[in-house]
């Protein structure tokens, strides 16, 4: 029997997956800088000697298990602690599922409230991701329960056509929000009207609402827009903020940064297990804006 052909095969399989677990660390490294929330304030503390505002999130989702959803509230009341601590004025990014409300709304809702109380009274803002659309109505409900003092921003996804109506509600309420085209794939707009209603929304929060959060990988065009709005309406700089993703459009951050614009960046912290859904969600944005420009 010859061998040399099924050597040949388990040498190639050797071979890719040695390719394919370097090129899952280097994403790993381009786009999650840190593994735990320990070396996540050092990174934030680097982004803010660059001039950016850091915003820390632990990756992770859909909880169920309570004693995991107070770990990871447990995790977060450090990071408050000592980014302030620290002297870095930062943020913290969360995800409702990572704080009880798979399992109830009223877990949820202590965990943020408090949460959100802490790091008020640390100095620290608290942003709230959005989710799958089956967690929506839950989500804006608690939100809507947080005193508006505590300042914390929630997500608002555009390619739902059900955001026109949450958008209206927060401006005359007078509540913080952040603007992001959704990462997930449950939108029911096409590309051209959430682009429309994402330029809607922003024009929208920059003229009647409070500070809003323009969230963008890296969409040029987009920015440059509100650029041309505000030259136009007389806005100050000081009444939004870009946000973008670690490890994305570089380049860009650094142009909007210079001109004196506030930028913010959205800081992944968490290991292999949970950095995979995340990096894989990225890789779909980026061939999807390749396919489409």
């Known amino acids: 029997m010859d061998w040399t052909h099924y050597i040949w095969i388990g040498l ?29 304030v050092e990174v934030a503390k680097r982004l803010q000697d660059e001039g950016f505002t ?11 298990n309570l004693k995991k959803i107070k770990q990871t509230f447990s995790q977060y009341i450090y990071l408050i602690d000592t980014l302030c601590q620290a002297g870095i004025k930062g943020k913290i990014s969360v995800k409702p599922t990572q704080l009880g409300l798979i399992i109830s709304k009223e877990i949820y809702c202590d965990l943020i409230w408090w949460l959100s109380r802490r790091a008020h009274n640390q100095k620290i803002l608290i942003e709230i991701d959005m ?39 927060f401006i005359s309420c007078r509540r913080k929000v952040r603007l992001v085209k959704g990462a997930y794939t ?9 682009q429309e209603q994402m330029k809607n929304f922003t024009e929208q929060f920059l003229i009647y609402g409070i500070e809003p959060a323009i969230a963008t990988i890296k ?8 650029f041309k709005l505000i ?14 993703l670690y490890g994305i459009g570089d380049n860009l951050k650094n142009k909007w940064r210079d001109r004196g614009f506030r930028v913010e960046i959205y800081v992944p912290v968490g290991p292999w297990p949970k950095a995979l859904p995340y990096i894989w969600r990225r890789i779909k944005e980026i ?7």
Request: aromatic content about 10%; overall charge positive.
């Open 12 to 40: 190639l399989a050797v071979i890719l997956k040695a390719f394919f677990a370097l090129l899952l660390y280097s994403l790993k490294k381009k786009f999650i800088p840190a593994s735990n929330y320990v070396s996540a």
């Open 54 to 64: 850091p915003i820390i999130n632990l990756l992770g989702e859909n909880y169920t």
């Open 131 to 169: 989710e799958s659309v089956k967690y929506i109505d839950n989500a804006l409900e608690v939100f809507q329960r947080i005193p508006g003092e505590y300042n914390v921003r929630q997500a608002i996804q555009t390619y739902l056509k059900r955001s026109k109506k949450d958008i209206k509600e």
């Open 186 to 194: 449950e939108g029911d707009l096409s590309k051209p009207e959430t």
């Open 219 to 226: 969409d040029e065009e987009m920015i440059n827009g509100v």
């Open 231 to 244: 030259d136009e309406r007389g806005i100050s700089k000081n009444r939004f903020v870009i946000q973008t």
């Open 287 to 293: 061939l999807k804006n390749i396919k489409t420009s």
